[in-house]
């Protein structure tokens, strides 16, 4: 099928680099004329595992085109899915201007066939129909621009295009970091729209993915495909981020108690995933999330149900637990270290999860603005930060180009982001270049018995 991806984030250019993978003919679209440079080169513009490789064998196959060219994508395809920032605004509501231009500019550009119009952002509920209006008004403004010529009247130029497109909702739940593995393997795939024939387009679209033609267990039944109204598909995005993100909170709460009584939250955590009901996924206690989703969806869900007159207490209570364990690792600091002022603190990781270049309201941000407003120096090495141009855009920190290097002169480490490269540094010669062999472990990721063998004194969250 002929696919146009509007918006080429971590979202739509996984999005459009497997629906070409699959066989599909996609146009990518971003207004960002440095990125569709850099794409067009057969580059990457973000890291992603597996995704370059993807990218490059469906520009080799002629499958995937970039563009900055909005009119040129909407005349190629059936399907168009629009992909851009949600971002939150200062109330929590999601920001959609990149949406609504995005919607407008497809309906100046609507032509003659029939089309899909896919909301792949996460958007607020109600957006469903909030687009059908703009890509209407899209097409009236268009066709204000028009004159009669030649004897062709402006509505033969134009025809009524109500009946020429439906808007589908279609939530995407890829994880930054393994989102090419996720596009292949999903767990479900949610189609949200009044109409049979555009939820029907859509099956055809990701029936290979459905097959599990790409997946890893060939063998696994189909995925499961949810049809539902456009509200319910809208809901379940955020109340499936909502749910991850309270079980977060919810064990980092469990962690703190553990804390205070003795216990601990890793053997506590077991214990309880065990339990198929609760299940031992998102129960790692530790400084707490963050990223580009959690946060804000977490907040435009409160932001909603407040707008219908309900105050959601529990999710207000998981984002308050959450920002205070995002302190966690400096109460921590100045439990071991008292004073910080003058001392020197060295973060292992500084992206908000390992496997990503994705900076977007990283726990590790707080960290170094906190540390500095107490005087501390701040040093970072991050796996992917260290060696990229994304360093440049930090402020507060020195990015030091690896952990041994990092480690000198340090009063106390804190580890901040899971990366696997972290479970086999060379703890001991780590420790003997420190001031202070003190490393606080914001994820309970290291083993604290070797950390004690290599020198350390070892502080974990809730252990
Ligand atoms: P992103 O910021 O990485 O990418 C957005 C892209 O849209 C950018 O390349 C930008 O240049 C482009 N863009 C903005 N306005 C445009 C316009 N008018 N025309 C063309 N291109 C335009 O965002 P993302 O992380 O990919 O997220 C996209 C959406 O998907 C958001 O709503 C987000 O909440 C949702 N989502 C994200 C993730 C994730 O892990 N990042 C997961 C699920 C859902």
């Excluded at 979202?11 to 990518?28: E, N, S």
């Excluded at 890893?216 to 991850?244: G, Q, R, W």
């Excluded at 530790?286 to 959601?312: N, Q, R």
């Excluded at 480690?407 to 540094?425: I, K, N, P, R």
Aim: charged share 20%; with cysteine; net charge negative.
């Amino acid at each position: 099928m002929r696919v146009c991806v509007i918006g080429t984030g971590y979202v739509g250019l996984v999005t459009g680099a497997c629906l070409a993978h699959i066989g599909h003919d996609v146009i990518c679209v971003d207004n960002n004329e440095e990125k569709v440079k850099l794409m067009k080169s057969g580059q990457s513009p973000i890291f992603e595992p597996g995704l370059s490789e993807i990218m490059q064998s469906a520009i080799h196959n002629g499958k995937i085109e970039f563009s900055t060219d909005l009119a040129a994508g909407v005349a190629h395809g059936e399907v168009l899915f629009i992909a851009v920032g949600t971002p939150p605004l200062p109330t929590g509501e999601s920001d959609t201007r990149y949406v609504e231009a995005v919607a407008r500019g497809i309906g100046a550009n609507l032509n003659g066939g029939y089309k899909v119009i896919v909301n792949k952002s996460t958007v607020p509920i109600g957006s469903g129909d909030w687009v059908r209006m703009i890509v209407l008004d899209g097409i009236a403004e268009r066709q204000k621009t028009l004159v009669p010529a030649g004897g062709v009247s402006v509505d033969e130029q134009l025809p009524d295009m109500t009946a020429q497109f439906d808007v589908v909702s279609n939530p995407e739940f890829l994880r930054e970091g393994s989102a090419v593995y996720d596009t292949f393997n999903p767990d479900r795939i949610v189609l949200g729209g009044n109409s049979l024939r555009a939820t029907g387009v859509m099956q055809e679209l990701y029936s290979p993915i459905v097959e599990r033609h790409y997946a890893a267990d060939k063998s696994l039944p189909s995925v499961p495909v949810l049809v539902t109204d456009l509200s319910s598909a809208e809901m379940i995005k955020y109340a499936a981020n909502a749910f991850l993100a309270t079980k977060i909170s919810f064990i980092n709460e469990v962690a703190n108690i553990c804390d205070r009584v003795g216990a601990d939250v890793t053997q506590v955590a077991k214990g309880i995933g065990l339990d198929s009901r609760i299940g031992n996924k998102f129960l790692q206690a530790g400084i707490g999330w963050g990223g580009s989703c959690f946060p804000k969806d977490v907040a435009a869900l409160i932001h909603t149900a407040d707008d219908y007159g309900y105050e959601a207490q529990l999710l207000k209570s998981a984002v308050s637990v959450n920002e205070r364990q995002r302190l966690i690792a400096l109460e921590k600091l100045q439990q071991v270290l008292k004073i910080l002022k003058g001392k020197t603190v060295g973060l292992l990781g500084l992206t908000f999860k390992p496997d990503t270049d994705d900076l977007r309201d990283a726990p590790a941000l707080n960290l170094i603005e906190q540390l500095n407003r107490l005087g501390a120096k701040v040093k970072a090495y991050d796996p992917i930060v260290s060696q990229t141009g994304l360093r440049h855009g930090l402020s507060g920190v020195l990015v030091e180009t690896d952990a041994e290097r990092l480690a000198d002169g340090c009063d106390a480490l804190v580890l901040v982001t899971e990366w696997q490269q972290f479970s086999h540094l060379d703890y001991a010669k780590m420790a003997k270049l420190m001031n202070h062999p003190v490393i606080i472990d914001g994820r309970n990721f290291l083993d604290p018995e070797t950390m004690v063998r290599a020198g350390f004194q070892y502080v974990g969250v809730g252990r």
